[in-house]
């Protein structure tokens, strides 16, 4: 495979005050999230002074990879665009046409399979193609999901081992330890067909090859984390957080609050939270986990620590390097679960999006 750029593909967050109820709307258009719930995020992104933190985020991965990728022998540019917020996908592919560019490989900030973390960028690349009448004249790939891949749980397993020192150390035992990994929770409708259709029966209901790719990950850096330390690692469970959506359809659970409270009356002490569905630390990581979380546990007083994210550790940096080398067949690939390395080009069907059908990039030909 060849390709003459790279296209750094992330979600995108308001960058001041007034940007963030025409973002959440964007996000949302025809999404079914009730007004109030809109209501309620706004404040978590004012309280933050209407700033996500997630494009300084991508600006300085963006920063790193351009230093990093020519140094493990990859010298293609580098462009950045987002689903919800400028750079948009339109700006920017046309932007890459006019430079000359016709085989793009974007690289997504999302580790896992749903119709959200997938389906949904590759979608809108589409569109984006679409819209600058490209469609046929540049063609958008994409690399696979790298929830297993080691440089992506590194930074994590090196953070959670700090983490298990500082809860011990405030006073509790492995035995009154609780691991909680966290992610995204999506309405169950979306868990469930999530990943290629041919292998939906491998994996529990409601939550799919999503929560089956997040058990992967989790059970990876429990044992990372084990074999680090050289203890036997306190009992960890697989949370959700940032429920969206209306009441009445259900979404993946159990909640992180839900479950650090259970935790407590089980008689546990100390919890740690690792956000494992995220690469960076965004609204959902430093709102929900680092306030609404945290809150939670310190009200029941018990000790809590937050695991870092991958971010811009070197390990990461140099992950999405394989990665990219993996595609143009200059490196083998990484990927530690029985699960992968999961596919580049994504099945027919695969994470469908359960409104409409619609065109989309790096497709599986049947
Ligand atoms: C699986 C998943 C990921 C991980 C994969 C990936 O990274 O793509 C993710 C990431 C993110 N989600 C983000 C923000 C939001 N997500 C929302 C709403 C929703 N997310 C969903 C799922 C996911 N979301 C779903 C099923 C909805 C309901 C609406 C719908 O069915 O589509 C809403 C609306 C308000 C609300 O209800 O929360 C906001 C503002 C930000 C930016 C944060 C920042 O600004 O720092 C990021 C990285
Ligand atoms: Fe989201």
Redesign the pocket.
């Known amino acids: 495979m060849t390709y003459d750029a790279i296209l750094l593909t992330?979600?995108?967050?308001?960058e001041g005050p007034d940007e963030v109820m025409p973002?959440?709307e964007r996000?949302?258009a025809g999404?079914?999230?009730p007004k109030e719930?809109?209501e309620e995020?706004s404040h978590h992104?004012l309280a933050l002074g209407g700033v996500?933190?997630?494009n300084e985020q991508n600006r300085a991965l963006l920063a790193k990879l351009r230093e990093r990728l020519p140094e493990l022998g990859i010298d293609l540019p580098i462009y950045w665009g987002n689903r919800?917020s400028e750079p948009y996908f339109s700006d920017v592919v046309k932007q890459m046409y006019e430079a000359g560019h016709r085989k793009v490989l974007a690289w997504?900030?999302?580790a896992?399979s749903?119709?959200?973390?997938c389906r949904?960028?590759r979608e809108n690349l589409h569109q984006a193609l679409f819209e600058n009448d490209l469609l046929g004249k540049m063609t958008i790939d994409k690399v696979r999901h790298y929830f297993d891949h080691p440089g992506f749980l590194e930074p994590v397993v090196e953070d959670l081992v700090e983490g298990i020192r500082k809860v011990k150390s405030a006073g509790s035992s492995t035995e009154q330890i609780k691991i909680m990994f966290a992610?995204?929770?999506?309405?169950n409708a979306?868990g469930e067909t999530s990943g290629p259709p041919a292998r939906r029966e491998e994996f529990a209901k409601p939550g799919g090859a999503?929560e089956a790719q997040h058990l992967a990950a989790a059970q990876l850096v429990i044992s990372k984390a084990g074999v680090a330390m050289g203890e036997s690692m306190p009992e960890w469970e697989l949370v959700y957080q940032?429920r969206?959506?209306s009441p009445e359809v259900p979404w993946l659970e159990p909640d992180v609050n839900d479950a650090i409270q259970s935790a407590h009356e089980s008689g546990r002490t100390g919890v740690l939270i690792v956000p494992i569905?995220?690469?960076s630390d965004?609204?959902?990581v430093v709102w929900d986990l680092d306030n609404e979380a945290q809150e939670t546990a310190e009200g029941l007083g018990m000790n809590f620590y937050r695991v870092a994210t991958a971010g811009i550790h070197p390990a990461f940096v140099d992950a999405i390097g394989n990665l990219i080398a993996e595609r143009l067949g200059t490196e083998a690939p990484k990927a530690e679960s029985s699960l992968g390395p999961w596919p580049s080009f994504c099945a027919p069907g695969c994470c469908p999006n359960l409104r409409r059908e619609l065109p989309t990039v790096a497709e599986a030909t049947a």
Do not use: A
């Open positions: 992330s979600f995108g967050g308001p973002y959440l996000v949302t999404r079914g999230v719930r809109l995020v992104y996500s933190p997630i919800n997504v900030t999302s896992y749903s119709y959200s973390g949904q960028y992610t995204h929770s999506i309405p979306m999503y940032s969206s959506g569905g995220f690469v965004h609204v959902e």
